[in-house]
């Protein structure tokens, strides 16, 4: 099939890369407002380059991937979707809740398939995960805990463009939380610090956060998030039931030391990059979308509603760390 790519920046290219190695793709077709990315991709995976978004959409292509900035989000979806082209978009949908709800609207009625870039959904522990409380191995749930570390803080550009970390980072684990367990989050409560980069403080954001969850079956989930983790980048998620516990993340790459007397374990180089962790989940999350595309798989793995629940649960957030108290998701909604 022929994709088209729009952005390559470090995750377009990224893609690009991906989708270049994938079986079911022959062709594809990009576009950055910066010539030079562009032309890098073309000498790289052989792709044509066209000149504008709408260039991409008339060329023939069977799908397209956004990989553009967020401001550019809603426009680019919406117009893959008036031309019939199936999309995937990073996240997040929109820049705003406000803007996310309204392409929601403007989707209504179409039967064209949309993606959004979840990709922990697609990485093989999260997966079994899933599996294993959907198929009810741990038993009713009472304790979820969820962790991104990231080795060191974005750009000060990035920050301050970002909405802050609970809607650029947290998001992630907002959505898998909602993904493994098959709960939506009823309130949150959150708290968070700044001890490091000055300009994240300045741009009025944390550079370190919790949150506690309660989901709408009683379930705690407590989810915690840093800049600043020398050692790597560590994700993790434990469940915690009353017939059993499980973790995703507690492998030989985890980065973290031990200090058990005679402990070996990790015994591995620590993951120090969001896409060493999840190389192979990015592949897949590609793969899947080729499959919505060539119609082999009946409905998006990630939907539009399915980002826009994760951004409420950011939203709230976020209004937590600011006044200090609980708020519940339909107070963000209704907001």
Known sequence: MRIGILGLGRIGAFHA???AGLEAVGSLVVADPFADAARAAAERFGAEIADSPEAVLAAG??????????????ALILAAVEAGVPVFCEKPVART???GVEVLKELAGHDVPVQIGYNRRFDAGFA???AAVLGGELGTLHTVRSTTLDPAPPPAAYVAASGGIFRDCSVHDFDIIRWVTGREVREVYAVGGNRGAGFIREAGDADTTGAILTLDDGTIAVVSNSRHNARGYDVRMEIHG???SIAVGLEDKLPLRSVEPGATFPAGTPHDFFM???AAAYRAELTAFTEVVAGTRSTSPCTVEDA?????IAEACTLSLHEHRPVTLAEVRRG
């Open 97 to 99: 809740m406000t803007e």
């Open 61 to 74: 292509v069977d799908g397209v991937v956004v990989a553009a900035a967020t401001d550019a989000h809603p």
């Open 242 to 244: 009353f017939d059993d």
């Open 17 to 19: 890369e991906t989708l």
């Open 276 to 278: 060493d962790r999840f």
């Open 128 to 130: 079994a995960a899933r």
């Open 308 to 312: 826009l629940e994760a951004g409420w």
